[in-house]
């Protein structure tokens, strides 16, 4: 059984930092785009950031470029999400996601289906 489990999330003060953590299990993803999407209250789900099969092929929306940084190790079957310079913008709960098809670059993992893999979501608060 795939599974995704995000963790990393919590309260943090506007202009802080948190680092999420997405441990896959069930099957390598080392082929695979994964990803970072974000929902906030009363708001659709929104793409965040994500990376290719290599490290060198990541993707990011225009609202946290510059801020958020995507990695993964394959060794690890995880992938990260370090975000700096936190807003209360960026409150959501945050979820982790990988494309079912593989060799997949990081622009096309920027929209994934719900056929996809997705984990459950961790909540990041940032305060004013």
């Known amino acids: 059984q795939v599974q995704l489990v995000e963790s990393g999330g919590g309260l943090v003060q506007a202009g802080g930092s948190l680092r999420l953590s997405c441990a896959a299990s069930?099957?390598?993803?080392?082929?695979?785009?994964m990803g970072w999407f974000r929902q906030a209250p009363g708001k659709d789900r929104e793409f965040v950031a994500t990376?290719?099969?290599?490290?060198?092929?990541?993707y990011y929306a225009d609202s946290v470029k510059g801020r958020f940084t995507i990695s993964r190790d394959n060794a690890k079957n995880t992938v990260y999400l370090q975000m700096n310079s936190l807003k209360p913008e960026d409150t959501a709960v945050y979820y982790c996601?990988?494309?079912?098809?593989?060799?997949?670059?990081?622009?096309?993992?920027?929209?994934?289906?719900?056929?996809?893999?997705w984990g459950q979501g961790t909540q990041v608060t940032v305060s004013s």
């Open positions: 069930g099957r390598t993803f080392s082929d695979n785009a």
């Open positions: 990376i290719g099969r290599f490290s060198g092929n990541t």
């Open positions: 996601a990988a494309t079912r098809r593989p060799f997949t670059s990081a622009q096309q993992g920027a929209v994934m289906s719900p056929d996809d893999y």
